[in-house]
């Protein structure tokens, strides 16, 4: 025990993972930002009846949820600079390899909850002579949110440690601050402390998703 | 002011629609009977466009929603004027299809601000009287979830009234609901006949539609067999084909 029983040692350990405790935090938040509104687009183009549009999109489904995601951030920042020319930042490919990813797992939960809704309520909006768009703004997202946000919140604490492939072109994230500290130190602790980070953030992300649930509850279907 | 000519309606190889017409005159209420898959319902739920029809004319007030194009083949109205066409057409649903997420209150105020462009407070008063015509007034802030089914139903009625339609449509309005809750619900429908609302309701309810209805239809097999007063459709002298109807209706 080399850091656990010593406060001092401890907090210097912190000190030198906070930076990857800001780049997880970072991933963390820019996926969530970029891949529900995506998930959303996704999950209604999927659902287009025209095939030309919702084939294309269930195979790029396929492919996100079919590969690693490691496969994916590989891909992502070597092939971009290789078809474009332009470099890409370490961070921004792992953020855009993240949300491309979990949108398409989004999508599916969101298609899911959308074809939940019944029937009667898209029939109940026409003949008031709701338009599409209110018929969905109005009507269908705010009850889809409340049948999506168990299934959200899975993807959600598995983002939580997913965060932790970054490391896999080098993104100075906590699993890789713990790795190195690990290393130079020769000591397995620091690897314990990150993963009580990881368990202490989705102690949060559980709290956050049981106040919405509870939110959400002042009506029953 | 609303009438189908010779409207047709498949389901793939069913015919559910064989030709079917009939009309509706203004503040007259009419019923439709039959048995199950007689097409009642689908005859009214083309007459609301929530099915699309294989062949045939329907016209709302005058105007058509769906005629023969050239080739024979239905032609729809265009998208916008569809809708504002569609707004003549009020409709109650068998299970009522209130809004879960909004208050009672909310499921008849949103329709209007929404569709009809009214102000918050317009359509609170609005909403209010017609609360107050079902009986519903204290029941404004609840959700529907804690609402039985003939408060839902009487509900669902006040809110197709919000948006002043020309002719209130019902697709067996009762057939959810126990004897006592389908009498609540009956009395406000009567209520309306009494204003010489226009009104086409589908029910199996055969003491209302003697009641209530100025006209009876009564349909089989996708056609309409019978189609007159209701004292006549219903009263002694009434056909074969309503007695064995009725039989199984346990009337």
Known sequence: MRYFNNPEAFMKLMASMQSGIVATLTIFFATLIFSIPLGMVIALLRMNRRRIISLPVSLYILVMRGTPLMLQIFAIYFAIPMLTGTNLNRMTATILAFSLNYAAYFAEIFRGGIMAIPVGQHEACQVLGFTKTQTFFHVVLPQVVKRVLLPVSNEVITLVKDTSLANIIAVGELFRAAKNEASRTASVEPLFVAGLFYLLMNGVVTLVFSYLTRRMDYYKD | ?251
């Not at chain 2, 609005?126 to 009487?154: F, H, I, T, W």
């Not at chain 2, 809110?159 to 020309?166: I, N, Q, S, W, Y």
């Open chain 2, 1 to 251: 002011m609303l009438q189908a000519i010779n409207v047709h309606k498949s389901f793939g190889e069913t015919g559910v629609l064989k030709g079917v017409s009939v009309r509706v005159s203004r503040g007259e209420v009419v019923a439709i009977i039959g048995r199950s898959g007689s097409g009642k319902s689908t005859l009214l739920r083309c007459m609301n466009n929530l099915e699309t029809v294989d062949g045939g004319e329907i016209r709302i007030g005058g105007e058509a929603l769906v005629s023969p194009g050239p080739d024979g083949k239905p032609v729809y109205k265009k998208d916008g004027e569809l809708r504002a066409l569609m707004l003549k057409m009020g409709m109650v649903f068998q299970d009522y299809n209130l809004f879960p997420h909004y208050s009672v209150l909310r499921n008849l105020t949103a329709p209007q601000m929404l569709v009809l462009k009214r102000s918050a407070k317009e359509a609170r008063e609005k909403a209010m009287a017609l609360l107050a015509k079902v009986g519903l007034e204290e029941k404004a802030n609840e959700y529907p979830c804690n609402l039985s089914g003939g408060q839902c139903q009487r509900v669902a009625i006040a809110r197709a009234l919000c948006m002043d339609p020309e002719i209130l449509c019902f697709d067996e309005p009762t057939s959810a609901l126990d004897p006592q809750l389908t009498q609540e619900v009956l009395s406000v429908i009567r209520a309306l006949a009494e204003e010489k609302r226009t009104m086409v309701v589908v029910t199996h309810e055969m003491n209302f539609a003697r009641d209530v209805a100025d006209r009876v239809i009564y349909m089989e097999n996708g056609l309409v067999v019978e189609d007159g007063p209701a004292q006549e459709v219903l009263g002694a002298n009434r056909s074969e084909a309503i007695r064995a109807f009725a039989g199984e209706a346990n009337y």
